[in-house]
């Protein structure tokens, strides 16, 4: 027969886990308010004119492309970092710092030679530009995040060569772009869930967070961060169909003691 003390701290992890599950779901009837609230109360996007600013030329196979790089007060900006401290993290984690930019549609020009040509124009937050213009690693990093979301957005190839001209702002004409309302509404964040005590950080970037935030009026979108705990290559994902419950497992990387 066991021994009922040996029973005690299971009992008592799975009455803690069980709570913890209670409170997530708990928030997440909570989130779900929100969100029908939000498409409700909220307008979908606002439009903006994006002001000029400079002008890069690069191309593709299809011919000469023009990125005309402008900017906006409507747009949010990027956290507030030295470039130090932006160095830092991309070399740790290139995704862990992100320049909220709007990709406006393709539209056809033509070039100084009167040659037919594509442009794109793509804005940024006013005050970051004006920071940008300054330094010359943060407008290649514009560039290059830039290139790459037009190339995802619609994919294309874009050559990763690129000049700027030096006497035109911008080509061809700047139209006005639509956009979120808000910054991307974050209705909740759920910090720690469950954790040991021996995993629980209260400081430092270990710390885990759960994000979930309407992307568009029919797409629900969670972000998990979990820098340094998980191993990312035995975690799994599992939908259940019949409760509506989604199921992450994510094994966590030893703590040294």
Known sequence: MADSKLLVPELSEEETMGAERARFEELLLQASKELQQTQTSRPESTQIQPQPGFCIKTNSSEGKVFINICHSSSIPPPADMTEDELLQML?????????PMSLGEPHAELDAKGQGCTAFDVAVNSDFYRRMQNSDFLRELVVTIAREGLEDKYTLQLN???RMLKNRSFLGSISQQNIRSQQR??????????APDSLRLEEGPEKPHLNLWLEAPDLLLAEIDLPKLINSDESKAAFHRKR???????????VPS
Not at 244 to 254: C, E, F, N, W
């Open 91 to 99: 070399e740790e984690d290139q995704a862990g710092f992100r320049i």
């Open 160 to 162: 990763p060569e690129w």
């Open 185 to 194: 509404p974050r209705i909740q964040e759920l910090g720690n869930l469950y």
């Open 244 to 254: 509506k419950q989604l199921l992450v497992a994510m094994p966590l990387l030893s």
